[in-house]
């Protein structure tokens, strides 16, 4: 019985699910509107087709429109013509026709477009005055050029007119057959050049038929601008889907399409596009009120994945009906910013900045209802235990029967989970801490705040395997914490804003890969780490390496197997849950909510990602990179007197340019327009690996005055993971050719002799200088050793002069001694003789005591003339320094260089003592000395 009931939930489930994901694709797919600023042409659009490479190209009034690398290129008719019509082969030409003109376009290589007008194969001069309005490529290879007056088949280069009973409206092609109406006759096939009448019926009689395509099952299906949808089959024709025939009477019929087997589109010109199924149910209406710029549908096509292309009255627009994402936009500004949600009960809560909101996923769509009680923030929704949960800005509820229960006031309720192993206590981020709900008799009530987490608002939490709360607060960081069992108080907690590891210019965001809790920031992933109990923080290379298309995310999201990595740029790149797959999508009319984006799984199908201006659903079924898109080099040229020119090159053999053409630009283009491509660049050259530009959304880049060698241009985009290369050589220039070189080559070994003959003639210059300066180091010597000879007897010289000199002193002390004694005894003998005057003994003395004197005299002149014999220099140099020096002065300073005191100078000089000092301050004067100075010192140092 168990096991039943089991397998009964468990079908349910699968039944509920599947409704519900069914449902939840009823929501818009993405419209990428293309205004006229963006292309630069008129505003009005008349057909839109796609060419084999992916390139959607327009017909506008200003002449035909091209997309490539990124941008739009106009390029205009002869004449400056509206092209009310284009279909492009699979050849590469794009065909085009307007008023008295048709012709196609067509490239070369990797050239630009060029016009070829076929008005020279017509004969028939009515050609001028027809204006075409549709082109068909029919699948026998004829193209047929329709105007409403006549119809004209190009086949092998030449134009053969159709004759046609009548004016007629478009030409269809439907299983091999070709279909027309003619006005106020009815419906017509051609065959073999012949109109066959098929339908006469009154219906037709006085409607237009504007879209003929293959009907469900069997048959072909008519479209009428008043009497709505046909069904043509064996003769019979009757009406088809007649519910639809009032909405498409009503808002007039211009244009049909076949999305796939299962799914048509018709183009109004009041109420834009209507999308039906293979049933004659309505998919979806796309018109102004879902986001197109426009309502009036001029022309419609769908392109190589599936998605829809309008021509519209104002501008054009792409409906990407591939895309794995839906929408719902909240045009009239009543929804507010999205921060939650969650199906429950079959039924889609969606919460906002203006309250919680509602819708029921029966089948039926309706519009979102506002439940009461709720209006502002609402920051979660969960379904715990059967219940939902709702974490308003004011405080946490329940929702039951539409209509809240208050669980607590306690505001901003945040993350809301079990804690390991404990179905009984829920914890919930709030901002005021960590706040404790409590099941008692299954009932949830509001238990506590847990103790020293107070002071955080917090935005998340996780538990690790360890029990551990790791904590993101709204603002700074993340915390680390452990909880008592009774879940009241903290334990410990811990900062780690400002861990060891961390980039302080990023913030960081929880996230757990395989029960390991890491973080994430715009630069990397990091793994925490504990030594000596404190945390640090490292990045994990290997799990980046894992994770390499999205390891730089601010934030990482895991849904239905799958992880999102979330961007700055309004980008977001899926992975595949086995890391096989990833998709890059960048919005372009659709912004997460800053700083607070969410991303939230619905069902097992269906993740919803919360948006500014509403929400986004994505259906993992439909997990998509870029269908058949290709990536390629589209143009190639070089310039060539200001102008550029295009690369002949079939890129079979290796390119090969000249060095006059080393002005480059290449363009990639990859034709993806539901989504924002951006293109990245590199030049290697010789083997050289250059640098990647900077990401554009310009799939063109220029390279000038490039050198000559061997070049591999590199090509990325943000997109796929795919690198294209292409390789190309520059020749040498015209003076770096094989003769110039062998001329170079001869000119070089003159050069060489020249050089070697110079440098023969510098050497020997060299030593012959060489030779001169020894002889002059010679020279030098021998006059240094002259010179220190003179030296040498200078000093010796010097030295007798001051042996002389001391023996000069010595003598005159001895002088001035034996003068002293003499005057002494001859003055005593003086006296003796006063008194003995007859004494003849005294008198011979005395006598003999005068002729020493006398000879002391002639000894002091002799004295006197060896004196300055010997200081004949110093008195030169003396007097040449100071010239005002008398020969007394001279003396006194011969004396003072002796080293003689002013007693001993005395006698010499036959003065006092005192005039001895008097003298030596004349002459201290004279020297110009001051008081300190020692004047014996001076002279002998002078």
């Not at 050849?91 to 070369?108: L, Q």
């Not at 690198?723 to 001329?743: E, G, S, V």
Request: charged share 20%.
């Amino acid at each position: 019985m168990k096991k039943n009931i089991q397998i009964f939930l468990f079908v349910m489930a699968f039944v509920l699910n599947s409704v519900a994901a069914q449902n939840l694709s009823s929501f818009t797919p993405q419209i990428i509107n293309f205004y006229k600023s963006q292309y630069g042409a008129s505003n009005q659009n008349w057909a839109v087709d796609q060419t084999k490479d992916g390139a959607i190209v327009v017909g506008n009034n200003k002449g035909l429109l091209i997309a490539n690398a990124g941008e739009w290129h106009l390029y205009e008719l002869p004449g400056q013509k509206i092209v009310r019509c284009v279909a492009a082969a699979k050849d590469g030409r794009i065909y085009t026709g307007a008023y008295g003109e048709f012709g196609y376009w067509s490239k070369v290589g990797y050239g630009d477009w060029q016009y070829t007008s076929l008005n020279k194969l017509i004969k028939d001069k009515r050609f001028e005055r027809d204006e075409f309005w549709k082109i068909l490529l029919a699948k026998d290879g004829n193209v047929y050029f329709q105007s409403f007056g006549a119809l004209y088949k190009y086949q092998n280069n030449k134009i053969t007119s159709i004759p046609i009973p009548g004016n007629i409206m478009y030409l269809f092609e439907v299983n091999d057959e070709l279909y027309f109406q003619v006005l106020g006759k009815g419906l017509y096939r051609l065959r073999n050049n012949l109109s066959e009448p098929l339908v006469l019926d009154d219906r037709l009689t006085n409607d237009e038929i504007i879209s003929i395509l293959p009907a469900p099952e069997y048959g072909i299906m008519v479209g009428t601008v008043h009497y709505g949808l046909f069904r043509f089959w064996n003769g019979q024709f009757t009406p088809l889907f007649p519910h639809l025939t009032a909405y498409l009477s009503r808002n007039q019929l211009n244009a049909g399409a076949v999305i796939n087997k299962n799914s048509y589109a018709f183009g109004t010109i009041e109420n834009g596009i209507l999308q039906i199924d293979a049933q004659g149910n309505i998919l979806n209406i796309f018109n102004q009120h879902q986001g197109l710029q426009n309502n009036t549908i001029l022309g419609l096509n769908t392109d190589n994945i599936g998605n829809l292309w309008c021509a519209m009255d104002k501008g054009f627009a792409e409906i990407a009906l591939h895309s794995p994402f839906r929408y719902f936009k909240d045009l009239g500004g009543d929804f507010g910013s999205v921060y939650s949600g969650v199906i429950f009960q079959n039924q889609l809560y969606i919460g906002t900045n203006q309250g919680l909101f509602y819708r029921n996923l029966n089948g039926q769509e309706e519009d979102f209802q506002r439940i009461s009680g709720l209006d502002g923030q609402i920051w979660n929704l969960s379904v715990i235990d059967g219940q939902l949960f709702c974490g308003h800005n004011k405080g946490t509820c329940l929702i039951e029967n539409h209509q809240p229960i208050v669980l607590s006031d306690i505001s901003g309720g945040t993350h809301i989970a079990f804690p390991q192993n404990n179905d009984s206590v829920l914890l919930q981020g709030t901002y005021v801490g960590l706040a404790v709900f409590k099941k008692n008799r299954n009932q949830w009530s509001f238990s506590n705040i847990v103790k020293g987490t107070e002071f955080i608002p917090i935005n998340d939490w996780l538990q690790d395997s360890t029990g551990r709360f790791w904590i993101s607060h709204m603002y700074k960081g993340i915390y680390l914490a452990e909880i008592s069992k009774d879940y009241t108080s903290v334990k410990t907690i811990k900062d780690l804003s400002h861990a060891v590891g961390l980039n302080p210019k990023y913030k960081e965001w929880l996230f757990s890969y395989q029960g390991n809790i890491l973080l994430t920031s715009g630069d990397g992933i990091y793994q925490p780490r504990l030594i000596h109990q404190n945390i640090y923080f490292e990045r994990d290379v290997q799990l980046e390496k894992k994770f390499a298309p999205i390891y730089n995310a601010k934030k990482i999201f895991y849904a239905n197997h799958t992880y999102w990595g979330v961007f700055d740029d309004n980008v977001v790149r899926i992975v595949s849950g086995d890391f096989s797959k990833n998709y890059t999508y960048n919005f372009k009319d659709f912004s997460l909510v800053g700083g607070y984006e969410n991303i939230v799984p619905l069902t097992d199908q269906t993740v919803l990602l919360c948006g500014e201006n509403g929400f986004a659903m994505y259906d993992s079924d439909k997990f998509s990179n870029h269908g058949n898109a290709s990536f390629k080099l589209n143009n190639f040229y070089y310039l060539e007197n200001g102008r550029l020119k295009a690369v002949n090159w079939d890129g079979k053999v290796p390119l090969s340019l000249s060095y006059n053409h080393n002005d480059l630009s290449f363009s990639v283009d990859f034709p993806i327009y539901d989504r924002e491509v951006l293109f990245q660049f590199r030049l290697n050259r010789n083997g050289t690996i250059g640098s990647w530009s900077n990401w554009t959304k310009i799939g063109t880049q220029n390279y000038t005055n490039l050198n000559a060698g061997d070049y591999t241009i590199e090509a990325k985009n943000n997109i796929t993971n795919q690198i294209i290369t292409y390789d190309f050589h520059i020749k040498d220039p015209w003076y770096w050719n094989l003769l110039a070189k062998i001329t170079y080559v001869i000119i070089g070994l003159l050069i060489l002799y020249s050089i070697r003959k110079r440098i023969e003639q510098r050497h020997a210059n060299a030593l012959q200088k060489k030779q001169r300066e020894m002889d002059e180091k010679l020279r030098l010597q021998k006059l240094e050793h002259e010179h220190q000879l003179l030296v040498t007897k200078q000093d010796v010289l010097q030295k007798e002069v001051e042996v002389r000199s001391e023996d000069l002193a010595n003598s005159a002390n001895e002088l001035i001694k034996r003068k002293r004694l003499l005057n002494k005894m001859h003055n005593e003998l003086e006296k003796i003789n006063d008194v003995n005057t007859n004494n003849n003994n005294i008198k011979k003395l005395s006598k003999e005591l005068d002729r020493q004197l006398q000879l002391d005299k002639q000894e002091s002149r002799l004295f006197e003339k060896g004196f300055n014999t010997i200081h004949d220099q110093f008195f030169q140099k003396l007097l040449t320094q100071f010239p005002d020096l008398t020969p007394a002065d001279l003396k006194l300073a011969a004396y003072l260089r002796m080293n003689m005191g002013s007693k001993e100078i005395a006698p010499l000089l036959n003065i006092t003592i005192r005039g001895v000092e008097l003298k030596r301050y004349r002459l201290r004067k004279k020297l110009q000395l001051n008081a300190d100075s020692n004047l014996n010192e001076f002279m002998m140092k002078f």
